[in-house]
């Protein structure tokens, strides 16, 4: 059993930057591919960033690319989302996974054996 805990979030105004951290409890040796994703009202669920505990390269989505970087601290069972220049656009609430499977065959779906944490709040002013 893993759970996943999200904090970080807040408000910031247009520019500005935020820094998400996911802890990890539990079962954490079971911990592989890592993302975050993000749901906004009316919008559909959208994959922002995934890593790969095991070193595979990183991957973003093309809305936050060179703007957002993925990081990882195995000896504190944490992933980070540093988040720059941030845009109304990014208003959203921010969840961090533990897929099942690679990111890059998961899909936005949860699916059978994902974790996933509650997640927090970005709000973004212009």
């Known amino acids: 059993q893993v759970d996943l805990e999200e904090s970080g979030g807040g408000m910031v105004q247009a520019g500005g930057s935020l820094t998400l951290t996911c802890v990890a409890s539990g079962s954490i040796f079971t911990l592989d591919h890592m993302a975050w994703h993000r749901q906004a009202p009316g919008k559909e669920r959208e994959e922002v960033s995934c890593?790969?505990?095991?070193?595979?390269?990183?991957s973003y989505a093309d809305s936050v690319k060179g703007r957002f970087t993925i990081s990882s601290d195995n000896a504190k069972n944490s992933i980070y989302l540093q988040m720059r220049s941030l845009e109304p656009e990014d208003t959203a609430v921010y969840l961090c996974?533990?897929?099942?499977?690679?990111?890059?065959?998961?899909?936005?779906?949860?699916?059978?054996?994902?974790?996933w944490g509650r997640g927090t709040q970005v709000t973004v002013s212009s």
């Open positions: 890593i790969s505990l095991s070193g595979a390269p990183t």
């Open positions: 996974a533990a897929r099942a499977i690679a990111c890059e065959v998961a899909g936005t779906t949860p699916l059978h054996g994902d974790v």
